[in-house]
């Protein structure tokens, strides 16, 4: 891999230092290639790549390159990190997506209407990628139900009322019984029971960091061995999981807070060629084509066009 300024810099920095990293790459940039290129030079012992999802993580296992045997390195998504982190607790555990739906049923008891125990089931996996309190505050149940649409289809005030009891009951049991859990429960049950991990990182590679969400840095937190470090790579620009917790501009500013984080540029794109980069400078100035990039091309269409289906290329 041939490398240009900023990756030189990136590379410097994590190879001669013990300092966390927040790499700002912008779309196309190549970041996953470059955490691969970081794990190359670390000095540290241990690490921990955690990736946003099962193909990412897929990805970089796939381009690991061979390690000496004084080195560990990991690769998990945020979930499976929880997984590993409760099976380390409770060996039996198992995953069930149907758990949510039976502990709101439970909870809410019989006769309580489909539309209030969908309404509850919801909830309760909307707040607990949100939060890890031990007690669900009622209150914050209604008002993230409220801004997320859950009571949409309630037909009064009483039924919300029956959806947000319900999920805080649901949610206190969830802490009691966890010999099945769902889905939402590997990265929420390990918090909100201040699990230990089997092990710390010395640097933890963290991708996508503009889609992580509270819970999620929480296990980044929890997983940094004592003196360890961050590498985080990301890009605010693309963050398109707020539905579901992610406060990317909140995560950077974490990450200075709690590591002293430095921020780096990644800003050249090898995806796209000079007239797509140009049209993209309008909304994100700092966007550069590489030096061997294409003229490209940009076209253009009304709105009333497109409604239309006139679209021919």
Same mark, same amino acid.
């Given at each position: 891999? #041939? ?52 193909? #990412? ?257």
């Amino acid at each position: 891999m #041939i490398h240009i300024e900023e990756q030189t810099a990136i590379l410097k920095l994590a190879r001669d230092s013990n300092e966390s990293i927040i790499v700002e790459a912008l779309a196309g940039s190549g970041k996953t290639t470059l955490l691969i290129e970081c794990l190359k030079v670390l000095k540290q012992p241990t690490a921990l790549v955690l990736a946003f999802n099962k193909r #990412i993580a897929d990805e970089m296992q796939r381009k690991l390159p061979p390690m000496p045997r004084h080195r560990v390195v990991h690769v998990k998504t945020l979930h499976a990190a929880g997984y590993w982190l409760l099976r380390h607790h409770h060996p039996g555990v198992t995953l069930n997506k149907e758990v949510t739906e039976h502990r709101v049923r439970s909870a809410a008891g019989p006769g309580t209407p489909l539309r209030v125990l969908g309404a509850a089931t919801k909830l309760l996996r909307l707040v607990k990628d949100f939060q890890h309190e031990r007690v669900l505050d009622l209150d914050y149940a209604f008002h993230l139900g409220t801004d997320f649409g859950v009571f949409d289809k309630l037909q009064n005030g009483h039924e919300t009322q029956q959806a947000v009891e319900a999920t805080a009951k649901a949610y206190t049991a969830s802490q009691d019984v966890i010999e099945a859990i769902d889905y939402c429960d590997q990265g929420w049950l390990p918090l909100v029971l201040d699990m230990d991990p089997p092990s710390r990182y010395k640097v933890v590679l963290l991708d996508e960091f503009q889609d992580v969400g509270k819970n999620q840095f929480a296990m980044v937190q929890r997983l940094v061995a004592p003196g360890g470090r961050v590498l985080a790579a990301g890009d605010v620009f693309q963050e398109i999981y707020g539905w579901r917790g992610a406060v990317g501009s909140d995560i950077r500013e974490q990450l200075q807070a709690s590591f002293n984080a430095k921020s780096l540029p990644l800003t050249t794109t090898w995806r796209c060629d000079r007239e797509i980069v140009d049209e993209a400078n309008k909304i994100v100035p700092e966007l550069k084509a590489r030096c061997d990039a294409g003229p490209g091309a940009v076209h253009s269409i009304d709105e009333n066009e497109f409604l239309d289906g006139g679209v021919t290329h």
